[in-house]
């Protein structure tokens, strides 16, 4: 509401009518009307307001007060409708912000307390600063109503209507410039929105481009199975994990490329938990001792050796039935045996850990029994597998996924520093016809 009470008293008769009041008219009277402007302003001279009871002066005070109070409503309604602004904004803002708050970003707290942080006064401020000034003019007018009962009391006329019409443009001054806050600080608030909401959406396009990248670089293996593990370091900490778990099996083969030149012993290329035996299946080189498979914490040892800095293909087939296993190197069967956890089924639903050994599911790994250097192929089957299929694999004249764990890299996670390579291995290796 701009348009504000403007105080367009004329008051024509000042000049020369103090004049003449000075030169000592006696009982002349000085009457000052309200006319528009460009008005012929004589001074005509009023002789029967003498007579009157009331005054004009009078009278135009109390116009002018009613105007005065007028104003005041006018203003007041604009304040309520200033506040019904302010309750919309403040509801549009607190949607916007829950928004932002849902959609959820790593970024966020930093978000909020940058935006939010900066934004203008709360609105409700500026209610209360108008109530303020309200209150201030409240006091104003009953002060030029006193001021009104004064009259008599000596006061000369003209000086009393000089001081209301400096009081009402000083009060609409005021008034404008409340009014021109409120417009900004709402305008500010819409602004603060936009810049929130683009600030989010940035952060969100910014972060779709970097999983975006990160799967590029995932899918980067000339084929899903064409990549290595590298577990360079002998630590409690780097490893890699097998998305996939296990179902119950009476049966089982494993087949891993592996390099490694460390000694004593390679440590533990892969190892099997289950709630209530982490060591269900482990194969594992440590300190002095040959390589050795547990399974069900029972153990054999393999004819194995592979620690030599090459890569060396092995394979290792399990049956529940008199527990009988085989041991493969490069495609060869280099030992049977009989006995290892016979009649035992596999059991479903534990953890498969690549390079560390178990001492709960997924977990409390020892330094000493990780394996350094790298591993690929790593596929397992619910069955034993044919020699002439494990040859083939092993000569690379064909390449099998495991049935119940492929080798891919969608199902592979590295930690704490392992990573994953392009494969050299069977580059150019010929897949059955
Ligand atoms: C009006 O007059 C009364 C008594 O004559 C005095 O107490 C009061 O202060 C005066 N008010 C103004 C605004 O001059
Ligand atoms: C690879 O192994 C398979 C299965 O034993 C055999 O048939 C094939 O001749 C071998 N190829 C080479 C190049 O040795």
Same mark, same amino acid.
């Given at each position: ?23 000592? !008219? ?18 005509? %001279?009023? !002789? ?17 007060? +009613? ?17 019904? !602004? +302010? ?29 939010? =942080? ?7 401020? !500026?209610?209360?600063?108008? =109530? ?162 547990? %399974? ?54 534990? %953890? ?20 350094? =250097? ?41 930690? =704490? ?7 050299? +291995? ?8």
């Amino acid at each position: 509401m701009r348009a504000l009470f403007v105080p367009l008293l004329l008051i024509y008769a000042s000049g020369s009518g103090r004049a003449a009041g000075a030169s000592g !008219t006696k009982g002349t009277r000085f009457v000052c009307t309200a006319v528009p402007a460009g008005t012929d302003l004589s001074c005509p %001279v009023d !002789t029967s307001s003498r007579v009157q009871g009331t005054s004009p002066q009078e009278e135009e005070l109390r116009n002018t007060v +009613i105007q005065l109070r007028e104003t005041i409503l006018q203003q007041k309604e604009t304040i309520v409708s200033q506040q019904g !602004t +302010i309750k919309e904004l403040n509801s549009k803002l607190a949607r916007c912000e829950a928004d932002a708050r849902s959609r959820g970003s790593a970024r966020r707290k930093d978000y909020s307390k940058n935006t939010m =942080g900066d934004l203008p006064r709360d609105p409700t401020e !500026t209610v209360q600063q108008l =109530g303020k000034t309200m209150q201030s003019l409240k006091d104003r007018l009953e002060n030029l109503e006193q001021l009104r009962a004064n009259t008599s009391g000596g006061m000369f006329p003209n000086e009393l209507r000089d001081l209301l019409k400096r009081r009402l443009t000083d009060l609409e001054s005021q008034l404008l410039t409340r009014v021109a806050e409120l417009e900004e600080e709402k305008s500010q608030l819409y602004s603060e929105t936009a810049t929130h909401r683009q600030r989010t959406e940035n952060t969100l396009s910014s972060l779709l481009e970097r999983i975006t990248e990160l799967e590029k670089s995932n899918n980067a293996f000339k084929s899903p199975e064409d990549f290595k593990v590298s577990l360079p370091l002998r630590t409690n900490y780097l490893y890699g994990r097998i998305k996939k778990s296990l179902p119950e099996m009476y049966a089982f083969t494993v087949c891993m490329w592996l390099k490694s030149s460390a000694s004593p012993g390679i440590g533990t290329p892969f190892s099997y938990g289950v709630p209530g035996q982490a060591n269900e299946i482990v194969l594992i080189e440590w300190g002095n001792s040959p390589m050795e498979l547990l %399974v069900n914490d029972k153990v054999t040892q393999l004819p194995l050796s592979v620690s030599d800095g090459r890569w060396h293909h092995i394979c290792i087939t399990w049956t529940t039935r008199d527990g009988f296993w085989e041991a493969y190197q490069d495609g060869e069967r280099l030992g049977t045996g009989e006995n290892l956890a016979p009649w035992h089924p596999i059991k479903p639903g534990g %953890v498969i850990i690549l390079g560390q050994e178990q001492d709960i599911v997924g977990g409390r790994f020892d330094a000493t029994q990780a394996f350094v =250097g790298e591993l690929s192929h790593f596929n397992m089957w619910d069955r034993v597998l044919r020699p002439v299929d494990i040859s083939a694999m092993a000569n690379c004249s064909a390449y099998m996924p495991g049935n119940v764990v492929p080798w891919v890299d969608a199902n592979v996670e590295v930690f =704490g520093g392992a990573t994953k390579a392009a494969l050299e +291995i069977c580059e150019d290796r010929l897949f059955d016809s």
